[in-house]
C-alpha cells in the first residue's frame, strides 16, 4: 500500500484546525450567551479589565457588527446582478475589523497571532480599538452610540462627522445604544452572577 501524505495532512488539519462556535440560541438575551458561551463570557471580562470597555458594549457591537457569527463577511458585490465582483470590504470576523485595522491593533499590542475568527481576539481588538476612539476623541468607553459611529467611520471619518450624511448609521447607532442598555439590565439579572 502506497503512502499518501495528502489525505493524513487534511485529516491533521481538520483534527487540530479551532472549531468555530455558532452563534448561542438566543443573541438577544445576554443571560442565554453567558449561560451557553462561558469562554467567551471569560474573553469579554478579560477585555473589560484591560482596556475598561463594558461588557454589554462589547456584547452590543458584536450584534450589530457580525451577529456573533465567527466568519462573518460583507455580502458580496454583483454586476449585473449576477457576476460576483468581489466584496466592498475587507471586514471579517466577529468583530467586521478591516485588514488594515487588523495589521494596526496586531502590531500595536504585540498580538502578532491574533485571529478575527477567535472570540477572545476580536473582543480584545474591539476593546483595543475603542480604548484608541477614547484616547483620540474623548469618547466615553460605555458610550456604545458614540463608540459604534467611531468605530464604523474610523478615527478620521468620525472627527470630520461623516457619520451625519448617514441617517442608517445615525438610526443603527441608536439601536446599539439601546442593545447595550438591554444587555447591561440583563446581565444584572443572570442566575449565578459570578
Avoid at 471580562?45 to 456584547?59: C, D, E, F, K, N
Avoid at 466577529?94 to 499590542?109: E, L, N
Wanted: with cysteine; aromatic share 12%; proline share 5%.
Amino acid at each position: 500500500m502506497k503512502f499518501r501524505p495528502a489525505p493524513l495532512l487534511a485529516l491533521l488539519l481538520v483534527t487540530c484546525s479551532p472549531a468555530v462556535q455558532a452563534p448561542p440560541g438566543n443573541i438577544d438575551d445576554a443571560c442565554v450567551i453567558k449561560q451557553q458561551r462561558p469562554g467567551w463570557m471569560k474573553a469579554m471580562i478579560r477585555t473589560q479589565s484591560r482596556w475598561g470597555v463594558p461588557i454589554a458594549v462589547q456584547m452590543s457591537t458584536i450584534y450589530y457588527e457580525s451577529k456573533f457569527k465567527a466568519q462573518a463577511r460583507t455580502p458580496l458585490d454583483f454586476t449585473m446582478g449576477v457576476i460576483p465582483m468581489g466584496r466592498n470590504s475587507s471586514a471579517f470576523g466577529y468583530a467586521q475589523a478591516i485588514d488594515s485595522t487588523w495589521k494596526w491593533y496586531m502590531r500595536d499590542t504585540g498580538n502578532r497571532s491574533a485571529r478575527r475568527d477567535d472570540f477572545a481576539d476580536a473582543v480584545d481588538f474591539m476593546g483595543w480599538y475603542m480604548d484608541q476612539s477614547y484616547q483620540r476623541l474623548g469618547i466615553s468607553k460605555s458610550n456604545a452610540r458614540r463608540q459604534y459611529l467611531a468605530y464604523h467611520d474610523g478615527h478620521a471619518g468620525y472627527r470630520r462627522g461623516t457619520y451625519r450624511r448617514k441617517r442608517w448609521l445615525m438610526r443603527v447607532a441608536k439601536q446599539v445604544q439601546r442593545r447595550a442598555e438591554m444587555y447591561a439590565e440583563q446581565l444584572t439579572e443572570c442566575p449565578g452572577k459570578g
